[in-house]
Structure formats: structure tokens, C-alpha cells
């Protein structure tokens, strides 16, 4: 990897959300699998299944190849929302 593709691999700074979004909601889909975010995720997998109607993830292989499949509906409950860590690159 080239040192640009390095410093947008490694986040620069993160923080935790109060309010539920669809956002944090993928957020922790990804965080349940062992992962930091989508990104994180692709420099691992190949591609992100997701419900057509929603947008939402789908399924997500673990890091001990397991998947983990998650419903069309709200899964990150409100206390859980501030566990959720938002990255910024």
C-alpha cells in the first residue's frame, strides 16, 4: 500500500453519537462483526450484502469466518447508541 492509501486507512479521529441514525446503525453492525467501519471491512472482504430496501447490512463475515446476519429492522438499541464509535478519516 502507498503511504496516501495508509493515512486513509487509519482514522484520524473518532467519537461516539447520542442519537440514532441509519449511520450508527451500520456502524454497529460492522463494530458487533470485529470491524471498525465498511472501510475496515473491505481491506479485509470482498463486498458489504445489504437489504435492497433499506440500505441497511445484510450479512458481514466475522474475522474467525462466522457471519453474522442481521434483520431489515433497528438492531443497535438506544443503549447501545453511545457505545457506537464514528470514525473520521
Known amino acids: 500500500m502507498s503511504s496516501s492509501a495508509d493515512n486513509k486507512s487509519k482514522p484520524q479521529s473518532q467519537n461516539n ?19 471498525r467501519d465498511e472501510l475496515d471491512y473491505k481491506q479485509v472482504n470482498r463486498g458489504v450484502d445489504r437489504w435492497p ?16 446476519y442481521y434483520n431489515r429492522k433497528r438492531e443497535c438499541q438506544d443503549c447501545d447508541v453511545n457505545k457506537v464509535k464514528v470514525y473520521a478519516y
Open 53 to 68: 430496501d433499506t440500505g441497511s447490512v445484510k450479512k458481514l463475515q466475522h474475522r474467525d469466518n462466522t457471519f453474522y
Open 17 to 35: 453519537n447520542k442519537d440514532w441514525t441509519a449511520e450508527v446503525e451500520n456502524l454497529f453492525r460492522f463494530q458487533l462483526a470485529g470491524y
